[in-house]
């Protein structure tokens, strides 16, 4: 049985691209593009730096996971925040309507795009850099994932072109029954 194709669920590091790679990739299948960060603050009423400050991060994990559990949507491109990687329940129900890949981005490209974390609404726990961060989360992006999509030095536009292509190809085996 092939990949669930339904929906396409971007994971990654915070500046992995996801939402800019999501927004793009939707654009060229005809998808919706859904951004969960966006699906948190909009049900809360607050920005992620002050639903952590306020639940800290356990509870913010568990808002990310009702949230994302929430999302039953249909040809959609969807981006959720970085730290799904926490919350199994989440990537399970994520995995269970479409296809989860992980955008792999170096450490050393994601230290150059990032400025401040806690701006950004990133968990952090009380001392951790951002290699922690990377070291921690990378094994867990991979183990949810169902493609990993090494991003090199490709440009968004190229990282959007490969990943539609090896979309429409895996589409077209199921099709063809070659998958």
Same mark, same amino acid.
């Given at each position: ?34 951004? +969960?960060?966006? /699906?948190?603050? @909009?049900?809360?009423?607050? #920005? %992620? *730096? ?47 309507? +479409?296809?989860? /890949?992980?955008? @792999?981005?170096?450490?050393? #490209? %994601? *230290? ?9 609404g990133v968990v952090l726990k009380p001392g951790m850099t951002l290699k922690d961060l990377y070291d921690e989360r990378v094994p867990l992006y991979r183990a ?6 090494e991003e090199g030095k490709r440009s968004v536009g190229q990282t959007v072109e490969l990943l539609k292509e090896r979309i429409l190809q895996a589409k077209q ?7």
């Open positions: 049985m092939g990949l669930n194709w339904d929906n396409i669920i971007l994971v990654g590091m915070p500046g992995s691209g996801k939402s800019t790679i999501g927004v793009r990739l939707a654009q060229e299948l005809g998808y919706d593009f859904v951004d +969960g960060d966006r /699906v948190i603050e @909009d049900h809360h009423g607050k #920005t %992620l *730096k002050e639903i952590i400050a306020e639940q800290g991060n356990e509870g913010f994990f568990r808002v990310e996971s009702d949230a994302l559990c929430s999302i039953n949507t249909h040809r959609t491109v969807i981006a959720p925040g970085g730290s799904v990687c926490y919350e199994p329940e989440a990537i399970e129900h994520l995995r269970s309507i +479409g296809t989860v /890949v992980f955008l @792999d981005v170096a450490y050393s #490209t %994601l *230290k150059h795009r990032l400025g401040d974390l806690v701006a950004r949810g994932s169902d493609l990993v999509l085996g199921e099709q063809d029954g070659t998958d």
